[in-house]
Antibody
Framework: EVQLVESGGGLVQPGGSLRLSCAVSGFPFMIHYMSWVRQAPGKGLEWVAKINPDGSGQSYVDSVKGRFTISRDNADNSLFLQLTSLRAEDTAVYYC??????????WGQGTLVTVSS | QSALTQPPSASGSPGQSVTISCTGTSSDVGAYDHVSWYQHYTGKAPKLIIYEVNKRPSGVPDRFSGSKSGNTASLTVSGLQAEDEADYYCTSRTGRGTVIFGGGTKLTVL
């Protein structure tokens, strides 16, 4: 059974940092592109970041470039998203998803990040 | 890059068909057949229901179908059922090798 389980969300003050994790099982993690997708309260889904299978290449949506860093540990089947310089507009549920040819096949249940003072 | 354009809402009665549009540009929807659709229930993980314009993953009912013409893709749900009431999102590959989402459409089954 395919499972993606996010963790690490929580309440953080503006300007603060947080590290999200996604534990993956049930499919060959090390050959998949992986992405983070978020949904702000009352808003639609937004692609945030993507990493290639060996971790050597990353892409980001313009609004998080320089603040967020996506990484992975293929030995541990884990995906990460380091969030820094957080803003109120980063408040969202963050989903990890496996990506295959620009489609997201498998998704986690999401972890909520709230940026507020 | 702006989100793909979807109608905010759509509705239909049980048994009817409804079509949701997704309009992009010649740099995304019009340029690639990597258009996907997702069904999303509040509080749940989104689910892939259509990929590469008109292909269905295993287990997705054939009531769901996709198409594309020019810069606009469409999702048609035939034989509407109560459980189809959800939010639907389209995505497309972009020229930057990333994925862009539509704004989402809330489908109501009357």
């Amino acid at each position: 059974e395919v499972q993606l389980v996010e963790s690490g969300g929580g309440l953080v003050q503006p300007g603060g940092s947080l590290r999200l994790s996604c534990a993956v099982s049930g499919f060959p993690f090390m050959i998949h592109y992986m992405s983070w997708v978020r949904q702000a309260p009352g808003k639609g889904l937004e692609w945030v970041a993507k990493i290639n299978p060996d971790g050597s290449g990353q892409s980001y949506v313009d609004s998080v470039k320089g603040r967020f860093t996506i990484s992975r540990d293929n030995a541990d089947n884990s995906l990460f998203l380091q969030l820094t310089s957080l803003r109120a507009e980063d408040t969202a549920v963050y989903y990890c998803a496996s990506e295959y040819w620009f489609r997201f096949d498998y998704w986690g249940q999401g972890t909520l990040v709230t940026v507020s003072s | 890059q702006s989100a793909l354009t979807q109608p905010p809402s759509a509705s239909g009665s049980p048994g009817q068909s409804v079509t949701i549009s997704c309009t992009g540009t010649s740099s995304d929807v019009g340029a690639y057949d990597h258009v996907s659709w997702y069904q999303h229930y509040t509080g749940k993980a989104p689910k892939l229901i259509i990929y590469e314009v008109n292909k269905r993953p295993s287990g997705v009912p054939d009531r769901f179908s996709g198409s594309k013409s020019g810069n606009t893709a469409s999702l048609t749900v035939s034989g509407l059922q109560a459980e189809d009431e959800a939010d639907y999102y389209c995505t497309s590959r972009t020229g930057r090798g990333t994925v862009i989402f539509g704004g989402g459409t809330k489908l109501t089954v009357l």
